[in-house]
């Protein structure tokens, strides 16, 4: 029988206005895959920050390998033997991929023996990496393969994952499962988060499940539907986002060639980008990351201007327009960046409503800050999108990802857009989160609103698109009706083909 690596002991941390873990409990086993599941804002963020010495708890213990356990700081509990794979990666693109993993241990060997030792662990595990490659060259896929060998080099006890493969194709996850059952097969144990249920039930033996901070239940995933796992997280019935039958209506958005040069060192160009949005239209835009989403949702809410009159709204160029100018008119966009590009970290939800929907909500008067207005609409946004958060003074940085992502994506929905463009709406929100914002989604363009969904995850584009276009090394394929695609075929255009010229 397998022993305990981790036990936790009623882990209690709060903050003011909320307790994010509440009497925490439950094992993780040596050689386990150990899934942590629950909706945004149910604790799971806290509890492995502190496990990995980044949160001290108030109360409770922790034992790793037989030995009390608290670290103080994240380099001691690597010294323990626990690494942590992060959703957001933290590298330098300007640097090697040796020179980044170097900057991550605390005693790096020689450049030379470094690179040896990278090309070494990253064969082995099946995840190869040229050591010398600068990391803004290198896909997602690449990039998660340097945090995680990063990980491997310390020879972990425990691996923490958080949202592996959000970044991934098909492919690089198969991969990446092949690399954990190795893992575990060797007697590392992984504690694995993710939102992605079918995942979590190929991949995982034990699931411990947390709800408003508390440990609920723990079980089998492989012996429960996806479904189940899901209502057990919210605590009832799932519901599922559905569409209503709408008549497209006229062409709102008319794009043709657009073209963009690289904006950066490692930016991707956009080549003769061209389609139609029709009022009452979901546009799904399918592609891994890194193939020129965030520079088109750039062109198309106006932080990149263009020129002539390749974008054109109701038959009006909008090329020299500035975002605001364009948000005036009804063009309105959510970024896939939540902090720092959708959401100001530092500053409230009441001004962060401020910031984007000063003119549509009229939140200005005679030159002067409507400030109760401004906090009306925060409070209509966190109601109606139900934002976990104490209220609308709290700063964005405490949100979760997903209930950040929950205000990000209403307060763009509630100023009623003529156009709304969104890149990875439910990126890090858990099912039932996400079957809220794509039912907003559907809602919206059911009452004739043209939307843009770029994203990575292919059933969610299969779930609300009315057509499909795939966008590869800056081309984009010709606009489809969804209905008429198979999954074979959206694969291949994924892959390349029917580019537009």
């Not at 895959?33 to 108030?58: F, Q």
Request: with cysteine; glycine share 8%.
């Amino acid at each position: 029988m397998s022993k305990s690596l981790l036990h936790i002991n009623g882990l209690t941390k709060a903050y003011p206005g909320v307790v994010a873990n509440d009497d925490v409990s439950f094992n993780i086993d040596a050689g386990e895959i150990h899934a942590l599941l629950g909706e945004n804002g149910a604790g799971k963020s806290t509890l492995v920050k502190m496990i990995y010495g980044l949160v001290r708890p108030d109360h409770g213990a922790m034992q790793l390998a037989g030995k009390n356990f608290s670290p103080a700081e994240p380099r001691a509990a690597r010294a323990a033997g626990v690494a942590m794979v992060f959703q957001h990666f933290s590298l330098f693109e300007a640097l090697s991929v040796a020179e980044n993993i170097a900057l991550g241990m605390e005693t790096p060997p020689k450049s030379n023996a470094l690179s040896a030792r990278i090309t070494e662990v990253s064969q082995a595990y099946g995840l190869p990496l040229d050591p010398e490659r600068l990391v803004g060259d290198l896909s997602a896929g690449e990039r998660q393969r340097v945090e995680i060998i990063r990980c491997l080099l310390q020879e972990p006890k425990l691996l923490i994952m958080d949202e592996p493969t959000s970044v991934l194709t098909p492919q690089e996850v198969t991969t990446l499962f092949t690399t954990l059952r190795k893992l575990k097969a060797e007697g590392t144990s992984i504690l694995y988060i993710s939102h992605k249920l079918e995942e979590i039930r190929a991949l995982c033996e034990t699931a411990t499940i947390l709800r408003g901070g508390k440990k609920v239940a723990t079980c089998d995933p492989r012996k429960k539907s996806a479904r189940e796992l899901a209502e057990m997280m919210v605590g009832g019935t799932l519901n599922s986002a559905k569409a209503k039958k709408t008549t497209l209506g006229e062409v709102v958005l008319k794009v043709s060639e657009l073209s963009l040069p690289p904006q950066s060192a490692f930016g991707t160009s956009l080549k003769n980008i061209a389609f139609q949005l029709h009022k009452g239209e979901i546009l799904g835009i399918g592609g891994v990351a890194g193939n020129g989403q965030d520079e088109l949702l750039a062109c198309l809410s106006g932080e990149v201007k263009t020129t002539g009159d390749a974008i054109q709204l109701n038959g009006v160029s909008l090329g020299n327009m500035l975002p605001n100018v364009r948000r005036a008119l009804g063009v309105l966009a959510a970024p896939e960046e939540r902090l720092g590009h959708a959401a100001a970290p530092d500053m409230s939800l009441t001004e962060n409503a401020m910031l984007t929907a000063m003119t549509r909500q009229n939140l200005s008067k005679s030159g002067f800050l409507d400030w109760p207005r401004a906090k009306a609409f925060a409070e209509q946004v966190i109601s109606q999108f139900d934002v976990r958060t104490p209220g609308p003074q709290s700063a964005a940085r405490s949100l979760s990802g997903g209930n950040l992502q929950k205000f990000v994506i209403g307060r763009e929905v509630l100023q009623d857009p003529e156009v709304l463009i969104v890149n990875q709406p439910t990126w890090g929100v858990d099912a039932a989160a996400a079957a809220d914002i794509r039912q907003a989604l559907l809602d919206l363009a059911t009452k004739g609103a043209a939307v843009i969904v770029i994203s990575q995850d292919l059933d969610e584009l299969m779930e609300i698109s009315t057509s499909f276009a795939a966008l590869n090394t800056g081309r984009l394929s010709t606009a489809r009706p969804m209905a008429e695609l198979s999954l074979d075929e959206i694969g291949l255009l994924l892959g390349g083909a029917d580019a537009a010229a």
